[in-house]
């Protein structure tokens, strides 16, 4: 067998090392010749048919995570890409020692900005500073430090790494997607609206009056839609509550959690009882055509179908 860490032996498009006793080639007649393990016969291919991958580039599982199907592989302990011309394959090995391997279409490689020295001192200057933050949680632990004591990795896709390694890359732009605008807007609003979902940072500001919560309403009404999930937050709670109170009543309280203090986090946990959870009227959301939830926007297709038995949490 081979050393999977070096080699990869890909049989018709599948990786087949773990199975392969000998792999090697002839020219007379030209063809590659493989003896499977417990097989003592030897098939011959068309070289086209096998692609034998060596000298992985291998990646630090500590800045570099690994996601399939959307879901971090975890935890790894050493990974390694294979690679021929637009080609890659990957073997991870587990904190467990275990090995596998996947397609490179299989997975998604994301990266952490903090393998980059300025990032890191940067980041190290911020976590001196949380200590300094005299908030703290009930036990007397400071709360800010503690919760960047937990952070060791930072996407690179991230907002907070253009903060971190600024002189990297750029802030980035994309296509905004039909927005729509369930609460209602004037013409600032939209363009605010519409630049938020354009950018990869975007700044909304203007005195009190001026429709900064509709605008937030407005928002998160479209990542719904996107089934997508938002973090709203803010200095102090009364802001949090004027939001979560405007979403209760159209109807969509039980997308929320109020979180915070443990004890926002204990009432959420013991409100979930699905008749407290769940409106009875979410079937009347859908139609034949158009699944819109009550007071104008689609509701995610997620939704679609919920049993009483199951809660959907925001």
Same mark, same amino acid.
């Given at each position: 067998m081979y050393d999977p860490r070096e080699n990869r032996i890909i049989i018709d498009g599948e990786d087949k090392t773990d199975s392969v006793e000998r792999c090697w080639y002839t020219s007379r007649p030209n063809r590659c010749h493989v003896i499977f393990c417990n097989f003592p016969k030897t098939y011959s291919y068309i070289p086209s048919k096998v692609l034998w991958l060596k000298d992985p580039v291998v990646l630090d599982p500590q800045h570099c995570h690994l996601l399939h199907k959307g879901r971090r592989i975890e935890p790894l302990s050493y990974i390694a890409a294979f690679q021929q011309g637009s080609r890659r394959f990957w073997y991870v090995e587990y904190a467990?020692?275990?090995?596998?391997?996947y397609k490179g279409s299989e997975v998604e490689l994301v990266r952490s900005c903090l393998e980059e020295p300025p990032a890191q001192d940067r980041f190290a200057y911020l976590r001196d500073v949380a200590e300094l933050n005299p908030l703290e949680?009930?036990?007397?632990?400071?709360?800010?430090?503690?919760? %960047?004591?937990?952070?060791?990795?930072?996407?690179?896709?991230?907002?907070?790494?253009? %903060?971190?390694?600024?002189?990297?890359?750029?802030?980035?732009?994309?296509?905004?997607?039909?927005?729509?605008?369930?609460?209602?807007?004037?013409?600032?609003?939209?363009?605010?609206?519409?630049?938020?979902?354009?950018n990869q940072i975007s700044i909304i500001q203007g005195p009190p009056g001026t429709g900064k919560t509709q605008t937030i309403l407005n928002i998160v009404a479209n990542l719904v839609v996107q089934e997508k999930t938002v973090l709203v937050v803010s200095n102090n709670n009364s802001a949090i509550?004027?939001?979560?109170?405007?979403?209760?009543?159209?109807?969509?309280?039980?997308?929320?959690?109020?979180?915070?203090?443990?004890?926002?986090?204990?009432?959420?946990?013991?409100?979930?009882?699905?008749?407290?959870?769940?409106?009875?009227?979410?079937?009347?959301?859908?139609?034949?055509?158009?699944?819109?939830?009550g007071f104008g926007f689609r509701a995610p297709p997620r939704l679609s179908g919920v049993s009483p038995h199951h809660p959907v949490r925001g």
């Open positions: 467990n020692g275990t090995g596998a391997h949680t009930d036990d007397g632990q400071k709360l800010l430090l503690m919760q %960047y004591q937990k952070i060791d990795f930072v996407s690179d896709r991230s907002a907070a790494a253009l %903060y971190l390694n600024p002189g990297k890359d750029s802030p980035r732009q994309f296509p905004a997607p039909p927005l729509i605008y369930p609460f209602g807007c004037n013409a600032s609003q939209q363009r605010a609206i519409q630049a938020a979902f354009g509550e004027n939001v979560v109170e405007k979403l209760e009543k159209q109807g969509l309280r039980f997308l929320t959690a109020l979180l915070g203090s443990r004890e926002r986090k204990t009432a959420f946990v013991e409100t979930q009882a699905i008749e407290k959870s769940i409106p009875a009227e979410i079937d009347s959301w859908y139609s034949a055509g158009t699944a819109r939830i």
